[in-house]
């Protein structure tokens, strides 16, 4: 029945209802995003050198942060986490508006709280370093020395043509050489507003 249906639809119909559909899906994308862009609250991330591996790709920058790694024990079950659940963390933000220390890791969104900041994240991988050492040079036991690797769908950033190179070099140079400003939604959801270089905003992103 159905496909009597759709087969009685012209060619043409077919293509355009297809094309509208798409073009509905990239709209409601940017729409997300600009609302995020626009709403969100603001935050510096450090960036943090990227494997050598996966560097710069054409017009647009790899960014590897210093939140990428989060202590997995501060959620209460750390062993039932895998790849490709979702995970909120929570930073402080300083009175500069950057990203402090990580307050606080869950599986839910937690409710809002002042002068901090929920990032939504999606763990990529799971590392464990025994011989991770704490402040006072205390060995951490295997639970405290595990991190969970994170992605916030903000580790690219499209750039100008030929400014690339120079950004790779100040992301690998040292943590706060290359800073990120992003915005944070109420869900989580982060954005690249811009890329910051000595204090100044570069790459800015535009909201058309």
Known sequence: MIT???SAIPVWLRILIVFLAQAGVLGAMIAGKMHT?????ELI???APVDPRDIFRG?????NYTLSLV????LTDPEGVNSGDTLYVTVERTAEGSAGAVLGLSETLPPPAPDRVTLKGVVDGIRQTALEVDATGAVLSEREAMRFQM????ESYFVPEGEGGALEALRNAGIG????LVAVDAEGTAAIKALI???ERVAEEGLF
Not at 151 to 154: H, Q
Not at 177 to 180: D, G, H
């Open 151 to 154: 992605v916030y769908g903000i």
């Open 4 to 6: 009597r249906l759709l």
């Open 59 to 63: 017009d647009y920058v790899i960014l």
């Open 177 to 180: 050489a290359l800073r990120v």
């Open 197 to 199: 270089v000595n204090g």
């Open 45 to 47: 991330l450090d960036t």
């Open 37 to 41: 862009l626009r709403t969100g609250t």
């Open 71 to 74: 202590p997995a024990h501060l």
